[in-house]
């Protein structure tokens, strides 16, 4: 299922995208898609039948804005430094466990929502990566299968970065991560009976046009459910909790200098394959 929420932000309400790309209404069935729904598999299974008897009404998505696709999120795990060809292009050894940050869940805004040059930034990155959204309770567990059986779905995220915050300003990678609107994520949440294999996903990202990064999930360093059992070791993982798992080559860091770094009036548009994609036009905080 293609899981999403539409309408103003802070008043979107829940909606699925059929296969025949309609609209359709959930709220009569769910009060919103978050955490407390991915671990209900009842309810999840109440929407699948609802949908598969076309008894959810259509919504009109004209002029709709496009919400990220999950409420309430608890937390947001990032994996830094996780795809090999990021690694050479940056001139960093792969990591021997996964580089793991925190992003902030109030970073998070729809997949066509402005993104913010903060002020005083003038190495403003973009990062298109999958995210992964989990389904289950996950702590101290033991495979990377388990790791994968925790996953509810699957969304794009762009890990929007300021690499002077980041790395020059001293102390953790928080001050250059966890800027306003720094985390688009949407447009839907696929579930993950509808991604047979995240370790085969292409991921793009075009800059006003100009393709920059183009990449596939092949290339991570530690694959998904790696990911998710890695983490569970330091912390616990509740559903609606949400893992960023790494952005491949093609950032603006990466390039010679002069480095092209996003300013305000950039347009970039990203997407992952099966998932939707996103476009962000950038504005000066």
């Not at 050894?93 to 003038?122: H, M, Q, Y």
């Not at 996003?262 to 990203?270: F, I, P, T």
Request: glycine share 10%; net charge negative; aromatic share 6%.
């Amino acid at each position: 299922m293609k899981l999403l929420r539409v309408g103003t932000a802070g008043r979107e309400r829940p909606a699925l995208l059929d296969p025949d790309g309609t609209l359709r209404d959930l709220s009569g069935l769910v009060a919103d898609i978050d955490g407390t729904l991915l671990a209900d598999e009842d309810a999840l299974g109440r929407i699948r039948s609802a949908a598969a008897a076309g008894d959810l009404p259509a919504l009109d998505a004209t002029g709709l804005r496009t919400g990220p696709p999950l409420a309430r999120i608890g937390k947001i795990v990032c994996i830094g430094l996780n795809y090999h060809d990021h690694a050479r292009e940056t001139g960093a050894e792969p990591p021997a466990e996964p580089v793991v940050f925190l992003k902030a869940p109030d970073t998070v805004v729809g997949p066509d929502d402005t993104v913010l040059i903060p002020r005083g930034s003038v190495k403003t990155d973009w990062e298109v990566e999958l995210a992964v959204v989990i389904g289950r309770t996950a702590r101290y567990l033991e495979s990377a299968e388990e790791g994968l059986a925790h996953v509810a779905g699957y969304a794009v995220a762009h890990d929007v970065s300021e690499r002077e915050f980041q790395i020059e300003r001293g102390g953790t990678w928080d001050k250059g991560k966890n800027c306003e609107t720094f985390n688009p994520l949407g447009p839907w949440l696929v579930t993950a009976d509808e991604v047979p294999d995240p370790q085969d996903l292409s991921l793009r990202l075009w800059v006003n046009g100009e393709l920059k990064q183009d990449g596939t999930t092949a290339e991570q360093i530690f694959p998904v459910g790696e990911v998710v059992r890695y983490v569970s070791r330091f912390m616990t993982l509740y559903p609606g909790d949400v893992v960023n798992t790494g952005t491949p080559a093609g950032v603006a860091m990466g390039h010679p200098e002069p480095k092209p770094y996003l300013r305000a009036g950039d347009v970039v548009e990203l997407e992952v394959t099966g998932l939707g994609r996103q476009r962000q036009v950038l504005a000066q905080a």
